[in-house]
């Protein structure tokens, strides 16, 4: 019976959700409202506001209540790092991953109108060829990856995106900080090459340079 009733306060607030009633930023109504108007325990409201958090559709802000939120990325980001721990994946499983996210990206960028001032626009990211700094070429490479995907406007992608982004970062940081000036200008000109293939429309420009930064890793 409890479970039913718990459900039955996640089941109300989507609807809320879906009639358009709440949306991403309103204010939730308080647990005492909802367990008065749902005719359940507070308690089975606790549980249910609890796990629509967990899930990072709620936010809890001390003092003011709870705010429907969409932060789907971090429980994801959280199940990803767990399956590196338990070894149910591995960091050779989130490389291929990443890489084929950002082959689809160029895909989907080469082929727009627009490509050329896309590819401009990720040429800004890279800035000036890095010396010996590896903590720059780490953060230039984080941001170039990112805004690859950003830039192709699929929130899907984005939202997996930002979940994989700081498990595979971590991975690789001690990868990247150990590489050599030669090995940090590879990956730079790798870069450029990925943004000459989105302005030339080139996938497979893309996509040989890509799988050379990849196998570089």
């Known amino acids: 019976m409890e479970n039913k009733e718990y459900q039955k306060v996640i089941d109300y607030i989507c609807q809320e959700i879906t009639d358009g009633r709440?949306?991403?930023?309103?204010r939730l109504p308080t647990e005492r409202l909802l367990s008065e108007q749902m005719g359940v325990s507070r308690n089975c409201v606790r549980e249910?506001?609890?796990?629509?958090?967990?899930?990072?559709?709620?936010?809890c802000r001390q003092g003011s209540g709870n705010y429907l939120s969409c932060r789907m990325s971090e429980?994801?980001?959280?199940?990803?790092?767990?399956?590196l721990l338990l070894g149910a994946t591995n960091m050779e499983d989130v490389k291929m991953f990443r890489m084929e996210l950002d082959k689809q990206a160029c895909r989907t960028l080469a082929a727009r109108a627009d490509r050329a001032d896309i590819a401009a626009e990720l040429l800004t990211i890279l800035g000036e060829i890095p010396g010996n700094d590896s903590q720059q070429a780490v953060d230039a490479d984080a941001r170039f990856h990112y805004e690859l995907l950003q830039l192709q406007g699929n929130r899907m992608w984005m939202t997996i995106a930002d979940a994989?982004?700081?498990v595979y970062r971590k991975g690789i940081k001690d990868?990247?900080?150990?590489v050599s000036v030669e090995e940090q200008q590879r990956f730079y000109e790798l870069h450029r090459e990925i943004c000459e293939g989105i302005k030339n429309g080139s996938f497979e420009q893309c996509e040989q340079a890509i799988e050379e930064h990849y196998q570089l890793l």
């Open 175 to 178: 990868t990247l900080m150990d």
């Open 22 to 26: 709440i949306k991403i930023g309103d």
């Open 164 to 166: 994989i982004f700081p």
């Open 48 to 59: 249910a506001l609890r796990s629509m958090e967990t899930f990072g559709m709620i936010e």
């Open 75 to 83: 429980p994801i980001s959280e199940i990803f790092s767990m399956m």
